[in-house]
C-alpha cells in the first residue's frame, strides 16, 4: 500500500508540475516587451519564491520551451507519465534542433520514456538528435566548444567546488595525469583516498607545492567581539560565505595573501570599519560594495565586485551620492530598476525596499530574509 500511495503522490507531483510550467508559461507571455525584446518575469519568479535570478530563469526558460515547443511533453507530465527532471531534460537535449525535427525526436523519447530513469532519456535523446539531424552534429560540437568555462560554488563545513566545462580531448588528459599522480602518492604511502589526492594534484599543479604562484586578496568580514577574542562568531569570506575563526587564522598562516578586513557590528551586522590594502580606493564605494556583498536585487547574489553602484533615487532627480542612496545592482537589475515599473526605495542606509509591477513589496538588508509585505491580484 506505502508504494501504491508514493506513485500516487509522484502523479499527483507531476500534475502540480505540469499546472506550474502553463502558469509561468503565461506569465513570461504577458511581461514580454516586445519592443525591448526584454522579459523580466523570471525576476519577479524570483522575488515571489525567494530563488536566485539564474534559478528563477532557468524555471521560467524550460516552462517556456515546454509549452510552445513540446506541447506533448507537457502532456505527458500531466499524465505523470515523466516526472519534472525528466521532462526538463528533454526540454534542455531537444534545444538544438528546430521545431520540426525536435517534434521527431520528442514522440520517439515520450514512447521509450515511461519507466525509464534520467540517464536512460538522455541516452535515449542523444541517439535521437543523431538520428533526425546526422548533419548538424559537427556544427554543434564546435558551437558547443565555444562555451568553456570554470565555475565556483560554494559547498558546506568550508569546502567548495571547482567546475569546469570544456572539450573532452582537453579535460580527460587531464583527469588521467591527476589519476596518476595520486596512484603514484598512495604507492608511495600515501593513507589519503585517490579522490583527495587527485584534489591534492590539482592544487599543487596549479599553485605550486608550496602555494608560491598564489597571489590574491581575501576579503574578510569578522565581528568585533570575535576579532577582540571575546566570542566565536564565525567570519566570512567574500565571495564564499561564513567560516569558523579557525579557518580564518588557517589562512592567514599563508603568504602571498592581501588581506582586507571588515570590522562588523556582531548584533547588527553594520560595518564598523574597512581595513585597507597596499593600493588607495575610493573610500565611499568601497564602503557601499562591503556593506551589500552583493547585488541587491532579492536572491541575486552576483558578487558586489562585479556590480554597479546604483542611486537610489537617481542623480537626475536630486539623489544625493552618499552611503544612503548608493546601493550595488548588477546590469541586469540596474536596468530592470530604470526601464520597467519595478521601483526601489532605501529607507535607511543599506536597507533596500523593491517593489513590483504588481505592488508586492520584497525587504533586503544585509541578513535580514526577503518579506513580501504587500501583495495584489
Known sequence: ?????????????????????????????????????????????????????????????????????????VRALE???????????????LRVLDDDKAALAEAAVLAFAPGRTVRQIRDKLSREILKVDPDGAEE??????????????????????????????????????????ARRAKAAGNPAGTGELRAQALRDLVLGAG???LVTELRVTIPASALAGASRQPGEIHGYGPVTIQTLHELAAGGNVFWR??????????????????????????????????????????????????????????????????????????????????RLEQPEPGRFVWTSPTGVSYHVGQEDPVLTTSAAA
Not at 279 to 306: I, N, Q, Y
Request: hydrophobic share 35%; aromatic share 2%.
Open 1 to 73: 500500500m506505502l508504494l501504491y500511495e508514493l506513485r500516487a503522490i509522484a502523479v499527483e507531483r507531476a500534475r502540480l508540475d505540469a499546472r506550474e510550467v502553463r502558469v509561468l508559461a503565461r506569465l513570461s507571455e504577458l511581461r514580454n516587451d516586445p519592443g525591448t525584446s526584454t522579459n523580466y518575469a523570471s525576476d519577479e519568479v524570483a522575488a515571489e519564491l525567494t530563488l536566485t535570478p539564474l534559478a528563477a530563469a532557468r524555471r521560467v526558460g524550460v516552462a517556456v520551451e515546454m509549452a510552445e515547443r513540446l506541447p506533448d511533453t
Open 79 to 93: 499524465r505523470g507519465d515523466l516526472d519534472l527532471q525528466k521532462a526538463s531534460a528533454i526540454v534542455n537535449r
Open 140 to 181: 554543434r560540437r564546435l558551437r558547443a566548444a565555444e562555451h568553456t568555462c570554470v565555475r565556483f560554488e560554494p559547498c558546506p563545513d568550508g569546502m567548495a567546488e571547482l567546475t569546469v566545462h570544456d572539450r573532452a580531448e582537453n579535460l580527460r588528459p587531464i583527469y588521467d595525469l591527476l589519476t596518476t599522480t
Open 211 to 213: 602555494r608560491e604562484r
Open 261 to 342: 578586513r571588515i570590522v562588523t557590528d556582531p548584533i547588527t551586522g553594520t560595518v564598523l570599519d574597512v581595513g585597507r590594502r597596499r593600493r588607495h580606493t575610493r573610500p565611499l564605494g568601497e564602503h557601499v560594495r562591503t556593506r551589500d556583498r552583493h547585488c541587491v536585487f532579492p536572491g541575486c547574489s552576483r558578487p558586489a565586485e562585479d556590480c554597479q553602484l546604483d542611486h537610489t533615487t537617481s542623480h537626475a532627480r536630486g539623489g544625493p551620492t552618499a552611503v544612503r542612496n548608493l546601493g550595488v545592482l548588477c546590469q541586469r537589475h540596474n536596468l530592470m530598476k530604470e526601464n520597467t515599473e519595478w
